[in-house]
């Protein structure tokens, strides 16, 4: 019984602890998002990259992948569209999937197509360093977070730059854009 209480505490202390010091540090958490999420990325770990994505941007890219496929149907360019994105689905297919599953398809499916293109580039990207260069207040629930990628071995050659928009939805950071 001793046991259980302590443990008992001992989680409510920690579950404490984590949420003053989200509250304390959401700007930390902030940057943190964003290094995660381009971390992810480069890594390929594309299920990563989807959690950290807001609701609306995966909905979005789901929409407008498949009003793009729909496009090139019409104008009868769906192989060239196809062949373009390494989209192997069929339209149909990709309406039925889930609006996650249609993002990390997405991402994949770019990736071996970088990979056939490039694979000493796709290769070196797991080890590029991301680093948050700082971050702009838009309103009470978003942020602009800009950011640079190194790679390791040359701490201070910027290979690319970047910035996120991350809201907050539920009382979670997500990337919004980018």
């Known amino acids: 019984m001793k046991q259980l209480i302590r443990i008992i505490i001992i989680v409510t202390v920690m579950n404490c602890i984590v949420a003053v010091s989200q509250s304390l540090s959401s700007n930390s958490a902030l940057e943190s998002i964003a290094i995660n999420y381009m971390t992810a990325f480069n890594k390929g770990d594309f299920e990563e990259v989807v959690s950290l994505m ?3 941007t995966i909905k979005n890219l789901k929409y407008d992948i498949i ?15 196809k062949s373009e994105t390494n ?9 039925k999937m889930d609006d996650s599953d249609v993002a990390v ?3 994949r499916q770019n990736r071996i197509m970088a990979i056939k293109n490039s694979p000493m580039a796709v290769g070196k990207m797991q080890y590029v360093v991301v680093k948050a260069i700082g971050k702009e207040k838009i309103d009470d629930k978003t942020y602009r977070v800009k950011f640079n990628m190194v790679l390791p071995e040359d701490d201070k050659s910027i290979i690319s730059s970047g910035e996120f928009i991350i809201k907050n939805v539920n009382g979670a ?4 854009s980018n």
């Open 105 to 107: 398809y997405l991402m």
């Open 173 to 176: 950071w997500k990337v919004y």
């Open 67 to 81: 009003r793009e496929y729909e496009k090139q149907s019409i104008e009868g360019r769906v192989d060239k569209f």
């Open 87 to 95: 989209i192997t689905k069929n339209l149909n297919e990709l309406k």
């Open 54 to 56: 807001h609701p609306e």
